[in-house]
């Protein structure tokens, strides 16, 4: 039987610490190399950071105003403008929040009635099913399968019901690499029109996408107006400790989630909302490179994973490419996890804290492709090890 944590209110038991926390801390205590936790170990872009340094020195400490700066919201507008043709009002449409977590809790919060359902696709960011929770909503789970993670449509129209809120979308999708095509956003989209659903997306990896295109939902026909499109600048500009996310909706729906997001935090990191937006109005050339620099390191990761002798999921966006044990002669990705630093020095996350289906998730393993190309060769060097050490 599972202990019950002390203190801690029942919609909030069995969540304890997230994974990233305690693999990180296992990296540290081991020193080994960390492809568990997805943050670069490179820095963002010189002007970027040049631009919070001045802030700070520039005397940009007090509380900025409770939606986000004005040059921060009219970069978001332009960015939308400039990427997807999506036109909004920087001053009713857009919000900026404590990175993308804030904007996905906040409008979770302000969302959902105790008891509706919230449709999402498993495996699903860890907060998903925190900030689900933590608004007294139920989560209705529906499954990507395999190597390419497609969804079975039929699952997705029966996971709607009555209770319905909303659905959660992720892409590209943490942990799978999954970017979802257009086909499927059409499909999620007819049915969100047709039974009346707002949609979340979590557009963090928007940039980072080797294979396809991503689309953003709120450009599909009927969608703009019930989407709350989420996303953060710590992927984009390399800068994961800022926190500074933004949500892109309507009036109505910004003044929703903004409702909750202002007693969470009111504000966080000014300084830095200037330097995101010094990063937001950097030409395209900035962007392309973000990828190209990544698919290099993905393509390494993974190839160095199949000489190993993993079973290697093509990931075609995000910091993440997922694992089959199989092939090694394991089930276990949380056993292999916590035994990994020991056997070859490398700390990687057990996919199956992302799924409620557990028996699917619990042989995959994801290894993070966002280190210095070094780092990944020497990485993968140690895991060939474990084929003659066993
Ligand atoms: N969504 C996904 C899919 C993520 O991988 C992450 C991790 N960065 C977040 C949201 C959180 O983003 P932020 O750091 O901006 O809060
Ligand atoms: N998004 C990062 C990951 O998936 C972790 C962020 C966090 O630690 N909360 O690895």
Redesign the pocket.
């Known amino acids: 039987m599972v202990e019950r944590a002390p203190y801690l209110t029942t919609r909030l038991q069995g969540f304890g610490a997230?994974i990233?926390?305690e693999m990180s801390a296992l990296a540290v205590r081991t020193g080994a190399i960390n492809l568990g936790?997805?943050f670069p170990d490179t820095d963002g872009p010189p002007e970027v950071l040049q631009a919070a340094v001045d802030a700070i020195g520039g005397g940009r400490n007090q509380y900025p105003p409770g939606i986000g700066i004005p040059e921060l919201r009219h970069a978001v507008s332009a960015h939308q403008e400039r990427f997807y043709d999506l036109s909004y009002d920087p001053d009713s449409e857009v919000l900026i929040t404590a990175g993308a977590t804030e904007a996905i809790a906040s409008a979770l919060l302000s969302l959902c009635e105790v008891g509706d359902e919230v449709v999402c696709f498993e495996p699903y960011?860890d907060s998903y099913a925190a900030g689900i929770a933590m608004a007294g909503a139920v989560r209705r789970p529906v499954l990507l399968r395999g190597p390419d993670s497609s969804y079975v449509p039929e699952e997705l129209e029966a996971a709607i019901g009555p209770r319905t809120r909303l659905i959660l979308l992720n892409s590209p999708h943490?942990p799978t690499g999954k970017v979802y095509s257009r086909t499927e956003l059409e499909h999620v989209a007819e049915l969100a029109i047709r039974h009346d659903l707002l949609v979340v997306t979590d557009e963090v990896y928007e940039h980072i996408v080797y294979e396809g295109e991503h689309v953003p939902l709120a450009t599909l026909p009927g969608m703009r107006d019930r989407t709350v499109t989420i996303s953060s600048g710590g992927k984009t500009f390399s800068t994961t400790g800022w926190k500074i996310g933004w949500v892109c909706a309507t009036p109505e729906l910004v003044t929703a989630v903004r409702t909750s997001k202002q007693f969470l935090t009111y504000v966080s990191g000014g300084p830095f909302q200037y330097a995101i937006a010094e990063g937001l109005n950097l030409g395209d050339d900035y962007f392309r490179s973000l990828a190209d620099g990544l698919r290099e390191r993905r393509d390494r990761l993974s190839a160095g994973l199949a000489d190993a002798g993993f079973d290697v999921w093509n990931s075609a966006g995000t910091y993440f490419v997922t694992t089959h044990l199989a092939p090694m002669g394991e089930l276990d990705g949380v056993a292999f996890c916590w035994s990994l630093p020991e056997r070859c020095g490398v700390v990687a996350v057990p996919s199956v804290v992302f799924y409620d289906s557990k028996d699917v998730g619990r042989p995959l393993v994801r290894f993070a492709c966002c280190k210095r190309p070094e780092v990944i060769a020497e990485a993968a060097e140690r895991l060939a090890t474990l084929r003659s050490n066993g």
Do not use: E, L
Request: hydrophobic share 30%.
């Open positions: 997230t990233f926390a936790q997805g960011y943490n």
